[in-house]
């Protein structure tokens, strides 16, 4: 089972959006109906922090310049305008298929 | 406030042994499904085992099933991870996470490092 995450390396200008494909290799929608896709993000030298849980729901304290979207096998991070605190390492997560597989991750670094 | 601590991390030779521990606080740590996931340096995140939260159910990831045993102490509120014929690609930070939901990790501890070298 294979989540395929694009770009690997994305340089963006301070105040330029941002966009984070993850593909999975077979659809996320579980048999109770709901996609367990998950989006994490670990800045330099912290642990990981979770940003959005199944698909599109968004985490207390996370800004609303940050939007998750997606359905079946194909899901999108988007940051609408970059701030220096974005720095860091994003990944996807699949949930529904019993082994849990991350994303390779994708480095987003101010350009 | 909810917290994950990890502890237990060191260096070992290969084929050796070391048993991780979590000590979770601040929610009912009985309620939830709990997981250990690792990243190698400069590396990725990768799941490793994920228990039930009676201990009922455990799984492993594919590379550490037959030398990694997932426990938890309800009683206490900690988790454990003991790791057995360690090898050199066990090497990594171990982080324990709690799991509300089929991989929505809500809360990640601070990590601990695992080195396995001669």
């Known amino acids: 089972f294979v989540m395929t995450q694009s770009p690997l390396s994305l340089p963006v200008t301070l105040g330029q959006p941002a966009s984070i494909s993850c593909r999975s290799s077979?659809?996320?929608?579980?048999?109770?109906?709901?996609?367990?896709l998950t989006w994490f993000q670990q800045r330099p030298g912290q642990s990981p922090r979770r940003l959005f849980y199944?698909?599109?729901n968004r985490d207390s304290g996370v800004p609303d310049r940050f939007s998750s979207s997606g359905s079946g096998s194909d899901f999108t991070l988007r940051i609408s305008r970059v701030e220096a605190e974005d720095v860091g390492v994003y990944y996807c997560?699949?949930?529904?298929?019993?082994?849990?597989?991350f994303g390779q991750g994708t480095k987003l670094e101010i350009k | 406030e909810v917290l994950l601590v990890e502890s237990g991390g060191g260096l070992v030779q290969p084929g050796g042994s070391l048993r991780l521990s979590c000590a979770a606080s601040g929610f009912m740590f009985n309620n939830f499904w709990m997981a250990w996931v690792r990243q190698a340096p400069g590396q990725g995140l990768e799941w490793v085992a994920t228990?039930?939260?009676?201990?009922?159910?455990?799984e492993y990831v594919d590379s550490v099933k037959g030398r990694f045993t997932i426990s938890r102490d309800n009683a206490k509120n900690f988790l454990f991870l003991q790791m057995d014929s360690l090898r050199a690609e066990d090497t990594a930070v171990f982080y324990c996470?709690?799991?509300?939901?089929?991989?929505?990790?809500?809360?990640w501890g601070q990590g601990t490092l695992v080195t396995v070298s001669s």
């Open positions: 997560l699949q949930g529904t298929h019993w082994q849990k597989t």
């Open positions: 077979q659809s996320l929608v579980h048999s109770d109906g709901n996609t367990y």
């Open positions: 228990i039930h939260p009676a201990g009922s159910v455990e």
């Open positions: 996470v709690r799991d509300p939901a089929k991989g929505a990790y809500d809360v």
């Open positions: 199944r698909v599109s």
